[in-house]
Nanobody, 115 residues
Framework: EVQLVESGGDLVQPGGSLRLSCAAS????????LGWVRQAPGKGIDWVST????????YYSDSVKGRFTISRDNAKNTLYLQMNRLKPEDTAMYYC????????RGQGTEVTVSS
């Protein structure tokens, strides 16, 4: 059974930083592309970033490019999202995703950016 467990969300002031983690199990982690998506209060789900299984290659939405960094540790079956220079509009529930069509998603970790 695929399991994705996010952690690291918190309340942070604008301009601050957070690192999210996603512990994965139940599949061959190193062979899967992984991603982060987010859902702001009252809004739909937005794609944030993807990291491929090979390379790896990384991709970012325009809204986070230059501020967020996605990475993976295949030895620890863990996905990360380093978030710097956070803005109030980054406030959302963050989910790690994997599988075809991002079929698998964790329960999420909440990030609130507010002074």
């Amino acid at each position: 059974e695929v399991q994705l467990v996010e952690s690291g969300g918190d309340l942070v002031q604008p301009g601050g930083s957070l690192r999210l983690s996603c512990a994965a199990s139940g599949f061959t982690f190193a062979t899967f592309n992984l991603g982060w998506v987010r859902q702001a209060p009252g809004k739909g789900i937005d794609w944030v970033s993807t990291i491929t299984s090979d390379g790896p290659k990384t991709y970012y939405s325009d809204s986070v490019k230059g501020r967020f960094t996605i990475s993976r540790d295949n030895a620890k079956n863990t996905l990360y999202l380093q978030m710097n220079r956070l803005k109030p509009e980054d406030t959302a529930m963050y989910y790690c995703v994997t599988g075809p069509g991002w079929k698998y998603r964790g329960q999420g970790t909440e990030v609130t950016v507010s002074s």
